[in-house]
């Protein structure tokens, strides 16, 4: 009896420990933390105009996050960086306001693991500010869109 007991406890323990990147997310999704809190966009998106790669996320508390790479070739993947001297760009809404990293202020990155036959996916992080230089931390941006 016992032993059936100390067996339940570890199998409870085991279930209950598992942390949200043990677990896989079926795609399409994009999610993050903001100021270490997690938010997920239920509505995604990926356009390609031009040179331009512009991804976007939206949930139903309209918070939404916009990240912008220029000048990046069909099908090339890699590190995009946000900040001072490029043109890629990335921002935040929510209920707190509008926050945004780019040429004058903030930075980040943005990283594409795979862009081909119409998926797109790859990570995020970025320190945004809004007007009143007040920062938004972004970390553990993921995303996995088809486009």
């Given at each position: 009896m016992m032993k059936r007991i100390l067996l339940l406890?570890?199998?409870?323990?085991?279930?209950?420990?598992?942390e949200k990147e043990n677990n896989?997310?079926?795609?399409?999704?994009?999610?993050?933390?903001?100021?270490?809190g997690v938010v997920e966009f239920t509505t995604r998106n990926a356009v390609v105009i031009g040179s331009n790669l512009q991804i976007t996320g939206l949930n139903a508390s309209a918070t939404a996050v916009s990240?912008?790479?220029?000048?990046?070739?069909?099908?090339?993947?890699?590190?995009f960086?946000?900040?001072?001297?490029?043109?890629?760009?990335?921002?935040?809404?929510?209920?707190t306001g509008g926050y945004s990293a780019g040429g004058s202020g903030g930075s980040g990155q943005i990283t594409i693991v795979t862009n081909s036959?119409?998926?797109?996916?790859?990570s995020?992080?970025?320190?945004?500010?809004?007007?009143?230089?007040k920062t938004k931390v972004i970390t553990e941006g993921r995303f996995m869109i088809y486009y």
């Amino acid at each position: 009896m016992m032993k059936r007991i100390l067996l339940l406890m570890v199998i409870a323990a085991s279930i209950f420990s598992c942390e949200k990147e043990n677990n896989p997310v079926a795609p399409p999704y994009m999610d993050c933390k903001a100021d270490g809190g997690v938010v997920e966009f239920t509505t995604r998106n990926a356009v390609v105009i031009g040179s331009n790669l512009q991804i976007t996320g939206l949930n139903a508390s309209a918070t939404a996050v916009s990240l912008s790479i220029n000048n990046i070739s069909a099908g090339q993947t890699g590190t995009f960086n946000i900040g001072a001297g490029n043109f890629n760009t990335a921002a935040y809404t929510d209920a707190t306001g509008g926050y945004s990293a780019g040429g004058s202020g903030g930075s980040g990155q943005i990283t594409i693991v795979t862009n081909s036959g119409g998926t797109l996916q790859g990570s995020f992080q970025f320190t945004a500010l809004d007007l009143t230089s007040k920062t938004k931390v972004i970390t553990e941006g993921r995303f996995m869109i088809y486009y």
